[in-house]
T-cell receptor
Framework: NAGVTQTPKFQVLKTGQSMTLQCAQDMNHEYMSWYRQDPGMGLRLIHYSVGAGITDQGEVPNGYNVSRSTTEDFPLRLLSAAPSQTSVYFC??????????????FGPGTRLTVL | GQQLNQSPQSMFIQEGEDVSMNCTSSSIFNTWLWYKQDPGEGPVLLIALYKAGELTSNGRLTAQFGITRKDSFLNISASIPSDVGIYFCAAGANNLFFGTGTRLTVIP
């Protein structure tokens, strides 16, 4: 199993550009999520999905869109990049979101800089 | 949003020393998890706790789920250089909330 994969590993954007961060998992996990990590702030939840076709907002959803058309993939779209979105983005997945199965496994991250 | 207070923010210890860090919350959670993050990598799960009062070990690591369900601690015994990294606590019921991390430096 490859686990959770993310592409690209690094990205530089100009203000106003749009892009999609890719995330895929091959563990047949129901739950997938996107976090951003900023210095001194830990990880903050952007959006999450409890299954194909179902998505919901996390703590910091503004400026980001997601969709979940398959169990495996959970792309994160930046609609119009802003310097405040400069961060490291992590995708994570778990078997379920409740009870004993919400141990989340993380991808390697995408380091995004918005100029 | 929810906030987990993790302390200390950083630690500098000699190789062979024991380490203790903890996490507290004003809210009750059903799950406490501890992760380690190496530079340039994603967090890796170390220990998962699901019952209040539960004490779980993973090699030299031991973690406990507080009886009030509002706190957890992680101990590392006999530290080694590869223990260097940032340790995060996380807690939740459905979604997870993360602490701000404890940066551990081990001096050989």
């Amino acid at each position: 199993n490859a686990g959770v994969t993310q592409t690209p590993k690094f990205q530089v954007l100009k203000t106003g550009q749009s892009m999609t961060l890719q995330c895929a998992q091959d563990m047949n996990h129901e739950y997938m999520s996107w976090y951003r990590q900023d210095p001194g702030m830990g990880l903050r939840l952007i959006h999450y999905s409890v299954g194909a076709g179902i998505t919901d907002q996390g703590e910091v959803p503004n400026g980001y869109n997601v969709s979940r058309s398959t169990t495996e993939d959970f792309p994160l779209r930046l609609l119009s990049a802003a310097p405040s979105q400069t961060s490291v983005y992590f995708c994570a997945s778990s078997y379920s979101s409740t009870g004993f199965y919400n141990e989340q496994f993380f991808g390697p991250g995408t380091r995004l800089t918005v100029l | 949003g929810q906030q987990l207070n993790q302390s200390p923010q950083s630690m500098f210890i000699q190789e062979g020393e024991d380490v203790s860090m903890n996490c507290t919350s004003s809210s009750i959670f059903n799950t406490w998890l501890w992760y380690k993050q190496d530079p340039g990598e994603g967090p890796v799960l170390l220990i998962a706790l699901y019952k209040a009062g539960e004490l779980t070990s993973n090699g030299r690591l031991t973690a406990q789920f507080g009886i009030t369900r509002k706190d957890s601690f992680l101990n590392i015994s006999a530290s080694i250089p590869s223990d260097v990294g940032i340790y995060f606590c996380a807690a939740g019921a459905n979604n997870l909330f993360f602490g701000t991390g404890t940066r551990l430096t081990v001096i050989p």
